[in-house]
């Protein structure tokens, strides 16, 4: 068995001011926001994300929270919102087109990804390599792919969740560090290197079967 690591194309998720303008005006977003990008699956608690943020506003004041991938929530979630009265904190955008993802990313003041399991975990290495602070789970793949460039949380914690956000919003400090650890982490994680160890499987399959 040979584990060979997704990866991210840096140039690609490099957004302009004015890109990030753009998307920002298409989608309606707010000038500061939390983000999550993922689909409706159980597994990718966003019944805890919701119960998280509804916590963190108990803390004092916060961003909206922008939710990217959700086109349609369950009756449970819809009954969540509504119970917590996160109506009208929580905007929910449907799918975008993945050329606006960078600069949704880019514009986030956090990206939070609360997962159950995930096998390698796209979404916050892209966050990282868009230089925005990551709070994420610290389950299954996403601590291998995050290292120490992301806050980690046990993601059945709601009251840890939210309070690691909370730490996050309220020290700039720590956002800038965060930034300058998931840029660099994010350089470990690229598609060529993912095809180098590929072709490299190869070769050592094909040498066994010759000899």
């Known amino acids: 068995v040979h584990v ?12 302009t001011p004015g890109g990030i303008a753009r998307v920002k005006s298409q989608h309606r977003l707010p000038p500061r926001y939390i983000l999550f990008v993922g689909a409706v699956e159980k597994r990718k608690n966003l019944a805890g994300l919701l119960q998280a943020y509804h916590r963190l506003r108990t803390m004092g004041p916060a961003q909206p929270l922008v939710v990217v991938g959700v086109r349609k929530l369950s009756a449970a979630l819809q009954q969540m919102v509504r119970e917590l009265q996160l109506g009208p904190h929580v905007l929910f955008t449907g799918y975008v087109p993945d050329a606006d993802l960078p600069a949704l990313y880019s514009a986030a003041d956090l990206f939070v990804f609360p997962s159950l399991y995930e096998g390698f975990g796209l979404p ?10 990551v709070v ?3 389950s299954s793949s996403l601590p291998e792919v995050v290292g120490d460039a992301a806050l980690t949380v046990d993601p059945y914690d709601v009251e840890g969740l939210a309070a690691a956000m909370q730490r996050v919003l309220a020290d700039a400090d720590l956002r800038q560090e965060l930034r300058r650890r998931g840029l660099e982490r994010a ?9 180098r160890q590929t072709v490299e499987v190869y070769r050592k399959v094909l040498d066994t079967t010759h000899t």
Do not use: Q, Y
Request: aromatic share 8%; glycine share 8%; charged share 20%.
């Open 124 to 133: 916050p290495l892209e966050a990282m390599a868009c230089g925005t602070p």
């Open 136 to 138: 994420c789970s610290d």
């Open 187 to 195: 350089r470990h994680f690229t598609w060529e290197k993912a095809a």
């Open 4 to 15: 060979i690591c997704a990866g991210v194309n840096l140039g690609r998720w490099a957004s």
